[in-house]
T-cell receptor, first 115, second 115 residues
Framework: AQTVTQSQPEMSVQEAETVTLSCTYD???????LFWYKQPPSRQMILVIR??????QNATENRFSVNFQKAAKSFSLKISDSQLGDAAMYFC????????????FGAGTRLTVKP | NAGVTQTPKFQVLKTGQSMTLQCAQD?????MSWYRQDPGMGLRLIHY???????DQGEVPNGYNVSRSTTEDFPLRLLSAAPSQTSVYFC??????????????FGNGTRLTVT
């Protein structure tokens, strides 16, 4: 089964600075999808960004971008110009294109933003 | 647009009691699923459904039952609660199980404590 690893249980960043959250995954598949979800204290899970494995171009959504390294099975999230509202748990997730009924999540990284 | 609605938000049960966690979505999504979130373990799939009348087990199905009589509703039943089922439960849906790049839409979660 695919596994997703987030090696940083906690990270902190100064407001307006840039932070990168790490994610690696283990798979033998060539076609899959990767996601970053944000969970603020409200507990609501919010999609931040997604990446299709067949696309070489890294996905971007405003201040959020990813560094997708398929050969290294790495999918890091970069948050630029960090804001206080970015403080949350961030989960990396993997979804197979073949067995797409199961989305695998990492254990999460808690991001603190310091004013 | 309500999205995915879960009830209740909080619940305390005694060991051996039964209860049903409710989940409803108003987006006409084919795919619905239940996850549990435990500290340090991310989200793990309990059961899922790809359409009305169709359900299947996920990664951690023991102790839980589901049914899908309508497109909108996907209740999760605990027949005999155990302390190991203390967790936060999330219901999630997506447009189509056949479109793995479609993101999951989550409810706000139910915090369940079993004493």
């Amino acid at each position: 089964a695919q596994t997703v690893t987030q090696s940083q249980p906690e990270m902190s960043v100064q407001e307006a600075e840039t932070v990168t959250l790490s994610c690696t995954y283990d798979t033998s598949e060539s076609d899959y999808y990767l996601f970053w979800y944000k969970q603020p204290p409200s507990r609501q899970m919010i999609l931040v960004i997604r990446q299709e494995a067949y696309k070489q171009q890294n996905a971007t959504e405003n201040r959020f971008s990813v560094n997708f390294q398929k050969a290294a099975k790495s999918f890091s999230l970069k948050i630029s110009d960090s804001q206080l509202g970015d403080a949350a748990m961030y989960f990396c997730a993997y979804r197979s294109a073949d067995n797409n009924n199961d989305m695998r999540f990492g254990a999460g990284t808690r991001l603190t933003v310091k004013p | 647009n309500a999205g995915v609605t879960q009830t209740p938000k909080f619940q305390v049960l005694k060991t051996g009691q039964s209860m049903t966690l409710q989940c409803a979505q108003d987006m006409n999504h084919e795919y619905m699923s239940w996850y549990r979130q435990d500290p340090g373990m991310g989200l793990r799939l309990i059961h899922y459904s790809v359409g009305a009348g169709i359900t299947d087990q996920g990664e951690v199905p023991n102790g839980y039952n589901v049914s899908r009589s309508t497109t909108e509703d996907f209740p999760l039943r605990l027949l005999s609660a155990a302390p190991s089922q203390t967790s936060v439960y999330f219901c999630a849906s997506s447009y189509s199980w056949a479109a793995p790049n479609s993101p999951l839409h989550f409810g706000n979660g139910t915090r369940l404590t079993v004493t």
